[in-house]
């Protein structure tokens, strides 16, 4: 099993700015992805990083404003989240892969997520 503890989230106005972090306990994936979930909404995948390579993937609607990024020898991933909009709050959630599917299903762990709140 894969323990996966997420930080950083909080309260923010627009345009601002936050980083998320994920600790992995264990090398026991091959990627590591960010998913959020609003109130009433489906959980959705944000971004998501192959450790190796360290190929990257994001939704279109964070495209170019969050950057997902890796420290390997920490086992730890990050979500760097730029120009924060009303529409990113959510509960974001760290998760684990063995393979390469971009949906819930496709995940075997799961991070107990951080509160991201964006007020206008």
């Known amino acids: 099993q894969v323990h996966l503890v997420e930080s950083g989230g909080g309260s923010v106005q627009a345009g601002d700015s936050l980083t998320l972090s994920c600790v992995a306990s264990?090398?026991?994936?091959?990627?590591l992805a960010w998913f959020r979930q609003a109130p009433g909404k489906d959980r959705e995948i944000v971004a998501r990083i192959r450790w190796n390579p360290g190929i990257v993937d994001y939704a279109d609607s964070v495209r170019g404003r969050f950057t997902i990024s890796r420290d390997n020898a920490e086992n730890t991933m990050y979500l760097q989240m730029n120009n924060l909009k009303p529409e990113d709050t959510a509960v974001y959630y760290c998760a684990s892969q063995w393979g390469y599917g971009l949906g819930v299903p496709d995940v075997d762990y799961w991070g107990q997520g951080t509160q991201v709140t964006v007020s206008s």
């Open positions: 264990k090398r026991a994936f091959n990627a």
